[in-house]
T-cell receptor, first 113, second 112 residues
């Protein structure tokens, strides 16, 4: 079965640079969630989209923005990168709103030098 | 906002034993309770979930129980195997679009 596709898998950036992470949800899934996971920590909710509209917002820094496109893929844009942004970034997708299972992609490992 | 506490943080069992992980939550409006298994450097993998209108759900060696009154839910793994070794996260779906709030995780080690 098709899964959530994230790209790139690994990304190395320097401080103050920008980065764009991409997420392609499972076909027919209309909701996308972004999570950030630091080493040894639990995933932290950043932001979500339903039907191309932002549906909820968590602990996402103002330096980050995201959107969902007409084909339901999503991009997380990160600017003025800081050392503390080094983490695994996961995208998850689900079908519909409410209590629907969220399936995670393999993540993007972002390293800031 | 929602707060999720998970215990224990580490759990070591012998192969064939049972393992139980417990989570408590604070928001009585929360209505969705999944469990994820995560191996080192890999994605969280959904292993079982339960909704607020159900008290118990079982899938082969894995079961989840929910006590809405006490606001806690538990993961039960029977006949543990070495490949069950991983970090297990409970999560709570909250808000209209069910963003997930995760517990801190339990590192399960199953020894042959």
């Amino acid at each position: 079965a098709a899964g959530v596709i994230q790209s790139p898998r690994h990304l190395i950036k320097e401080k103050r640079e920008t980065a764009t992470l991409k997420c392609y949800p499972i076909p027919r899934h209309d909701t996308v969630y972004w999570y950030q996971q630091g080493p040894g920590q639990d995933p932290q909710f950043l932001i979500s989209f339903y039907e191309k509209m932002q549906s909820d917002k968590g602990s996402i820094p103002d330096r980050f923005s995201a959107q969902q496109f007409s084909d339901y893929h999503s991009e997380l844009n990160m600017s003025s990168l800081e050392l503390g942004d080094s983490a695994l970034y996961f995208c998850a997708s689900s079908f519909g709103q409410g209590s629907q299972p969220q399936h995670f992609g393999d993540g993007t490992r972002l390293s800031i030098l | 906002g929602e707060n999720v506490e998970q215990h224990p943080s580490t759990l070591s069992v012998q192969e064939g034993d049972s393992a139980v992980i417990k989570c408590t939550y604070s928001d009585s409006a929360s209505n969705y309770f999944p469990w994820y298994k995560q191996e080192l450097g890999k994605r969280p993998q959904l292993i079982i979930d339960i909704r607020s209108n159900v008290g118990e759900k079982k899938d082969q060696r894995i079961a989840v129980t929910l006590n809405k009154t006490a606001k806690h839910f538990s993961l039960h793994i029977t006949e543990t195997q070495p490949e069950d070794s991983a970090v297990y996260f409970c999560a709570v779906g909250t808000g209209g679009y069910n963003k997930l709030i995760f517990g801190a995780g339990t590192r399960l080690a199953v020894h042959p």
